[in-house]
């Protein structure tokens, strides 16, 4: 106990947030952000229309722009909104969509978040942190039997999943290699959702490969932020948490990832300070975030704040948050994950959405278990859609998206300032269509169900006739890579 | 305040030189970080197409878009690159 203690009075190095304050002030001004939303209440039509062709050239809106889009209540224009989020999406990923899995590795939690089921004071739940080997056999499951590819590590703040426990996962579930149907099973990315780390910290999970680094800041005000985290925990401060990306960028972590808890406050603000991080970091060290996440409060375990929270986001304001955020920050990845339910995931697909996952599962060590049941005692929150990635693969295809297993960046440095240039103009939607062909395949041939199999090959031969007709120059070397995957050879990209 | 990665000047104006030199497209210098590469310095890429990788040390790797050219050249061209990534 006395350790735990110590070690919570260790984490918070002051010098690492007073360094990146301007005149001792953080970068959100909760009264700028509420007078900007007030003042675009009804925007005219003609700037709304500009302010869609700017995101259409995927350039960042600034906050009056965004403020401006949150207004828009003409169901016209909502729909035009919603064309130019495909168009985006299009421009910039084209008809690919990436998917994950959440993989929990503790429970254990210093901190006491009012809407968490993880939270110190909450004693239903089984607590639970993966030893070496129960990490080896998630692993496997999920690379071995399910065919993941990318995975997020999520981790509870406590000394028994500090950083040395963080990097150890990290280097175990890369290790992990399992042969399957044609190749082999293999963790390409792991993704990291955490705490907030100190600057060598974040070096260290730089050295063992770390992809993104995810870390939400739940709610961007400061009034309610202080409210739902105890100020004597260490989420009870706000700007650590607010810089952490700031640090991580300064320890060369390449991609970062940020979002915000829907529910907690008005959901209209959080965009805004969504955006006013964007432009922060895209100032600071020219490089926004990889990925923005939208999770909405979901029911947990012995957790009354969630059914009496009164900012709870409609699906409707859901729809509409998903669009503004799309065109506010138009070059970053999207994730909507599987706490929403399936119609709503259905649908908001088509708003610009680059990432989700599927089979998942939340519970620790859920997946080698094999339970098929959500038990909420071991979970966070409850999921929304349970469909396994094979179903959710066939269903995306249906819909004409692919889905890529890409990591191609990684193996040749296409990462940080040179790929934000690439999304920016448009090129690495190029490297991202070939890829996602070779890495779909590899995928049916090693994994998919035979209707899965069938759907999945129908739309890679409408995307090879599209390469052939839009990308001559690539197709005979593109199709050189297919036809050796075909006979067995894994791991080839642009 | 800037990212804490190399990422001199001298670096990229070198890569600049061979770019023009060497008809090379995009070039650029990637660290190691386990078992990825992470993007240091250099020009990005035209369009779709395997890099080409020349080995400058255990940690840093030269990725290059047409190598055609430099081929011949490059073992003064990654001795240039070592000398100014690491001093040696
Ligand atoms: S939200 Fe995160 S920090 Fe807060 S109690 Fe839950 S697990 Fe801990």
């Known amino acids: 106990m006395q ?36 003042k675009h209440k009804s925007p005219d039509r003609e700037w709304v229309r500009e302010i869609f062709q700017k995101a259409l050239s995927i350039n960042t809106l600034t906050p009056d722009e965004t403020a401006a889009l949150i207004n828009v209540e003409d169901e016209d224009l909502i729909e035009e909104m919603k064309e130019v989020a495909l168009q985006i999406k299009k421009k910039v990923y084209d008809n690919r969509i990436v998917t994950f899995a959440p993989l929990y590795l503790g429970d254990y939690c210093v901190n006491n978040c009012l809407y968490c089921g993880f939270r110190s004071d909450n004693q239903v739940i089984k607590r639970k942190v993966l030893s070496d080997e129960e990490i080896l056999r998630e692993t496997e499951e999920l690379a071995g039997k399910i065919g993941h590819k990318r995975l997020i590590l999520v981790y509870g703040e406590h000394p028994a999943t500090d950083v040395e426990y963080i990097a150890k996962s990290l280097e175990l579930v890369y290790s992990v290699k ?56 260490i989420k009870g401060d706000y700007k650590w948490r607010l810089y ?26 959080e965009v805004m300070g969504l955006v006013y991080h964007a432009r922060e970091l895209e100032s600071k060290f020219g490089i926004g975030p990889h990925t923005v996440s939208f999770p909405r409060l979901e029911p947990a375990a012995n957790t009354p704040y969630i059914q009496e929270a009164k900012y709870r986001v409609s699906d409707k304001d859901f729809e509409k948050l998903i669009l503004v955020l799309r065109l506010s920050i138009p070059y970053t990845g999207m994730i909507l994950t599987a706490r929403e339910p399936r119609e709503i995931r259905d649908k908001v697909i088509h708003y610009g959405i680059t990432q989700t996952d599927a089979s998942t599962k939340i519970g620790i060590g859920a997946y080698s278990d094999r339970c098929s049941e959500q038990e909420l005692e071991r979970q966070q929150f409850l999921i929304g859609d349970t469909r396994t990635l094979d179903e959710l693969i066939r269903d995306l295809a249906k819909f004409g998206y692919i889905t890529s297993f890409c990591t191609a960046g990684y193996r040749c440095g296409r990462t940080g300032d040179l790929i ?30 035979n ?12 995307e090879l006739n599209e390469v052939k007709e839009k990308m001559p120059r690539v197709y005979d ?3 050189e890579y297919y036809n050796r995957i075909e006979n067995g050879e894994r791991d080839l990209f642009f | 305040m800037e990212k804490e990665i190399y990422s001199s000047k001298e670096v990229q104006d070198f890569l600049e030189r061979v770019r023009c030199t060497y008809e090379t497209g995009g070039i650029w210098v990637a660290r190691r970080f386990g078992r990825r590469w992470s ?9 779709p ?14 990725f290059c878009e047409n190598p055609e050219k430099i081929s011949k050249k490059i073992v003064q061209i990654t001795n240039k690159l070592r000398e100014l990534l690491v001093g040696k």
């Open chain 1, 178 to 233: 399992v042969k399957v149907r044609n190749g082999y099973g293999q963790i390409r990315r792991c993704n990291v959702n955490a705490a907030p780390l100190q600057i060598d910290e974040l070096r260290r999970l730089v050295e063992v490969g770390i992809g993104t680094f995810q870390v939400f800041q739940e709610t961007y005000h400061h009034e309610t932020y202080n409210l739902v985290h105890p100020r004597n925990t």
């Open chain 1, 477 to 479: 070397k593109l199709m």
């Open chain 1, 3 to 38: 350790e735990v203690k110590s070690w919570v009075k260790s984490r918070i190095k002051q010098d690492e947030i007073d360094k990146y304050l301007e005149n001792g002030r953080d970068f959100i001004n909760d009264d700028e952000i509420l007078e900007k939303i007030e």
């Open chain 1, 420 to 449: 934000m240039k690439l999304l920016k103009t448009g090129k690495e939607g190029q490297f991202c269509k070939l890829n996602a062909i070779l890495t779909f395949k590899e995928w049916l041939l090693d994994y998919a169900s």
């Open chain 1, 451 to 462: 209707e899965t199999q069938e759907v999945g090959d129908r739309l890679i031969q409408k």
């Open chain 2, 49 to 62: 197409s395997m890099p080409a990788r020349f080995k400058i040390d255990d940690d840093y790797m030269l």
């Open chain 1, 244 to 269: 952490c990306m700031h640090r991580a960028l300064e320890a060369g972590v390449d991609d970062v990832g940020i979002g915000a808890l829907f529910g907690l406050y008005d959901w209209r603000f």
């Open chain 2, 39 to 47: 993007f240091l310095c250099g020009i990005e890429p035209t369009g």
